[in-house]
């Protein structure tokens, strides 16, 4: 058992109240400050790189007495399955995974929103194969944009400390009521040591209550246990379509419920640094990392450059990014993928979205230089084709 | 970027390049700096090539992943050289004017002509020193080899201090808390606390280590 007594106290006596002390780790290592005082009942591991490290350390807060359960999967699958399992049951969960482990579950994720499981899992996002790669792309992401999960992208550790810990406050409203997922960039954060403040080690946050479960939890004491009922399973109806159309609404509108409580501890899904100039750079995780310094260079140049970057995808920003590039006259996108899914996103949210400038994008795990994203802020190269 | 000191480190899995990253970055926070530390490396295994990434600053330091324009250039094996066992190639590539290499070698290593006039070029300083024997020599094990590549470094650039360095060390294997960067790199510090019968003779060695080669590098005047 820990050392000390935890004292159980809520989500915002924890983030704002307590004494932070700063120490230089790696955000596998931010992962396991933060569930040391997560008070979570279970933990189920399966190890990919680059997340094995962070689950490994969870593992670690079990031995130390600091997590009720916690076991190592059969696969990623598995690993969803049975955290949705313990989920149903009334408990706290948390887990991890990335790239092909997030593919390989992937059935299991809409599963959670429609379950209205209260789900935080962390995706330190991998590249996908072929050809194979072990190293930071956020490809995943835009393949989880629609699966009713909400979704936080951390820029550093930092941020994953703080949006796993504030997670569990989220997703567990009797209002939201569904999984959040906290994506950092694998490597790019998880692997790296930078200064975290930390809050410290005797306290811990106030326990899940079921009770507050708008659904009910599995009770093995009243059979049958069903989140489906048979009729609109098997039948091609109205009431079919009704079911599902009321039900997937509901889902969507428990997303749309969670803004206020994601705005309490974020401030806002998104920050904004210079606003008036006429060409901002958007991105989130990494990206906005590389973009600070890309802005620093350009400013240096005389360019008046701004940054949005974007912490909330899900539910999504919509009002807030048009309101930040309201005035822009020039938009450009970094992206650690292939698709471009985050510029998709914009360009789906704002008017005359000829202004995007899609691209630098950066993927399969080379970092992306700074200078790279000058050259597309002065409109040197081409991008986005 | 301005007042930022970025350096690279490249060499083969097993020699300490990740820990050598992790040591230098924590005696640079330990100085009050700000410092970030990224390790890459492809599937574990021993000689497989493996590099590692730091960035000091006096300012906020912004940007991660691996350093394209090295001011310092650390070469932990001549093999990363002479057979192109890394990621980067050449090994000197992107490095910035005025630059400083330290290569681990027993001997000088005479580089092709278009690579020493490139070299010439960018007014690099390029340092051979014997880190593996330094570290056999004074230190009484070849894992310490990267401590004496750090030493190198200090000598040629006082980047951080040496009470910097030694509470760094001490941090990271006298400490209470494991550190975990993966299970090998935790199953090497539990060798390398084997080699030692007391961590602190551990943390004194490995002191020693890094002043041989540090004196060395200054010695040379270069």
Redesign the interface.
């Known amino acids: 058992m820990p050392d000390v007594e935890l004292k159980p106290v809520s989500t915002e006596h924890l983030l704002r109240e307590c004494q932070r002390e700063e120490v230089f780790i790696t955000g596998s290592e931010a992962v396991r400050e933060a569930i040391r005082r997560a008070n979570v009942d279970i933990a189920v591991a399966y190890p990919i790189t680059p997340q094995s490290e962070s689950m490994h350390l969870v593992g670690d807060l079990y031995a130390e007495g600091y997590i009720r359960d916690y076991f190592r999967g059969e696969n990623e699958f598995a690993v969803m399955s049975e955290i949705a399992g313990a989920a149903m049951a009334g408990v706290r969960v948390f887990t991890a995974t990335c790239g092909p482990g997030t593919l390989r579950a992937f059935e299991n994720f809409p599963m959670w929103s429609g379950t209205r499981l209260p789900i935080v899992i962390s995706f330190m996002t991998r590249g996908i194969n072929s050809p194979l790669t072990i190293q930071p792309d956020t490809i995943e992401m835009g393949m989880l944009l629609d699966t009713g999960m909400i979704m936080l992208h951390a820029e550093n550790a930092q941020d994953l400390y703080d949006m796993i810990l504030m997670s569990f406050s989220v997703a567990e409203r009797t209002s939201v009521h569904i999984p959040v997922g906290v994506f950092v960039d694998g490597f790019f954060v998880t692997h790296t040591r930078q200064k975290v403040k930390i809050v410290s080690e005797d306290v811990k946050l106030l326990p899940y209550d079921p009770t507050h479960s708008p659904v009910p939890t599995m009770d093995m004491e009243t059979p049958p246990f069903r989140y489906m009922r048979d009729p609109f399973v098997m039948k091609s109806n109205y009431i079919s379509y009704a079911a599902h159309a009321s039900w997937q609404q509901e889902v969507m509108a428990a997303a749309e419920r969670a803004r206020p409580h994601i705005e309490a501890h974020l401030g806002s899904f998104v920050e904004q640094e210079n606003p008036d100039a006429p060409i901002q750079v958007v991105a989130c995780g990494t990206a906005v990392s590389q973009g600070r310094e890309a802005v620093r260079m350009a400013r240096e140049e005389g360019l008046e450059v701004g940054l949005v970057k974007i912490k909330v995808l899900r539910p999504a920003p919509r009002e807030e990014i048009r309101r930040a590039l309201a005035k822009a006259e020039r938009i450009v996108i970094p992206e650690f993928n292939r698709t471009g899914w985050l510029a998709r996103e914009i360009a789906s949210m704002i008017p005359n979205n000829d202004r995007i400038a899609a691209g630098p994008r950066v993927f399969g795990g080379m970092t992306m230089p700074p200078e790279v994203i000058v050259d597309v802020i002065k409109g040197d190269v081409l991008v986005g084709v | 970027?301005?007042g930022q000191t970025a350096i690279r480190m490249s060499g083969l899995g097993g020699q300490g390049v990740v820990t050598a990253a992790?040591i230098i970055?924590?005696a640079a926070?330990i100085d009050g700096k700000?410092?970030?530390?990224?390790?890459?490396f492809?599937?574990e295994k021993r000689l497989a090539p493996a590099e590692s990434y730091v960035r000091i600053s006096t300012e906020e330091i912004?940007?991660?992943?691996?350093v394209?324009?090295p001011n310092i250039i650390l070469i932990f094996h001549p093999d990363v050289i002479l057979k192109g066992k890394s990621y980067t190639m050449p090994f000197f590539s992107g490095l910035r004017k005025g630059g400083v290499i330290v290569v681990n070698s027993e001997r000088t290593i005479t580089f092709e002509p278009d690579e020493r006039s490139m070299l010439e070029e960018m007014g690099a300083s390029v340092h051979f020193v014997p880190a593996t024997s330094i570290a056999k020599n004074v230190g009484g094990t070849e894992l310490a080899a990267n401590m004496a590549m750090l030493g190198g470094l200090i000598g040629a650039s006082e980047i951080v201090s040496m009470a910097a360095m030694e509470e760094a060390l001490t941090e990271r294997f006298a400490g209470t808390k494991?550190f975990?960067?993966?299970?090998t790199t935790a199953a090497l510090d539990d060798q390398i606390r084997k080699q030692y019968d007391k961590t602190e003779k551990l943390i004194s060695s490995n002191m020693n280590v890094l002043r041989a080669s540090a004196e060395l590098v200054a010695g040379r005047g270069i």
């Open positions: 970027m301005s992790h970055g924590s926070v700000n410092a970030v530390v990224n390790p890459f492809g599937a912004w940007d991660t992943g691996e394209l324009y494991k975990v960067a993966s299970g």
